[in-house]
């Protein structure tokens, strides 16, 4: 079955640091990957698709990668706000898989 | 603006059926793939189904294969998750959402119908 490894589970950084997140597929999955933040005791918000294409509305302050099977989300200067569990998501084929979420705080 | 509003969650002991239902408005309902997605407690998030937009093909996890059925009904503008056999592990807040395309990510949430399973 398709598994999805998501890296680290969880982060601390500051204010303005540079975040990256980092999603390893199984097996190859056509760059079909996607992002979604999820604040705390809210509904996931969907921030990249196709592996680096920034969702309408998304601050310019993320940006995502792929190479092969191994994608990475970044946040170029960490805000307040930020504060969230971030998932990676395969939409290549059934099922599904999320990676585990990274966690990250300020 | 679209909106996804899940309903039919609740208490329910092992063994027993619910069925959820998402009402969506402000967008063409029966052109875009829908699916189910759900968070246990403290936990990630966790696919449990997909259907295409005209109903005709279904996909599931495995966890749920064969017990949990997705339907909808484009002339309501309406989602379904019948789900039967319940066990514990299937206590969790269930996630309506509306793919981007067809086989694509998930561009709108609703606000999730609260599912627990216990005796």
């Known amino acids: 079955d398709m598994q999805m490894s998501q890296s680290p589970s969880s982060l601390s950084a500051f204010v303005g640091d540079r975040v990256t997140i980092t999603c390893r597929a199984s097996?190859?999955?056509?760059?079909?990957l996607a992002w979604y933040q999820q604040r705390p005791g809210k509904v996931p918000n969907l921030l990249i698709y196709?592996?680096?294409t920034l969702q309408s509305g998304v601050p310019s302050r993320f940006s995502a990668s792929a190479s092969g099977t191994d994608f990475t989300l970044t946040i170029s200067s960490l805000q307040p706000e930020d504060v969230a569990t971030y998932y990676c998501?395969?939409?290549?084929?059934?099922?599904?898989?999320f990676g585990g979420g990274t966690k990250v705080e300020i | 603006e679209v909106q996804l509003v899940e309903s039919g969650g609740g208490f329910i002991q092992p063994g027993g059926s619910l069925r959820l239902s998402c009402a969506a408005s402000?967008?063409?309902?029966?052109?875009?793939?829908m699916g189910w997605v759900r968070q246990a407690p403290g936990r990630g998030l966790g696919w449990v189904s997909d259907?295409?937009?005209?109903?005709?093909?279904?996909y599931y996890a495995d966890s749920v294969r064969g017990r949990f059925t997705i339907s909808r009904d484009n002339s309501k503008n309406t989602l379904y998750l019948q789900m039967n056999s319940l066990r514990v592990e299937d206590t969790a807040v269930y996630y309506c959402?509306?793919?981007?395309?067809?086989?694509?990510?998930?561009?709108?949430w609703g606000q999730g119908a609260l599912v627990t399973v216990s005796s």
């Open positions: 402000g967008f063409t309902f029966s052109s875009y793939t």
């Open positions: 998501q395969n939409y290549d084929d059934a099922p599904l898989t």
């Open positions: 097996r190859g999955i056509a760059n079909k």
């Open positions: 959402a509306k793919a981007k395309d067809i086989g694509s990510s998930y561009d709108y």
């Open positions: 259907i295409n937009p005209s109903g005709g093909r279904t």
């Open positions: 196709a592996a680096s």
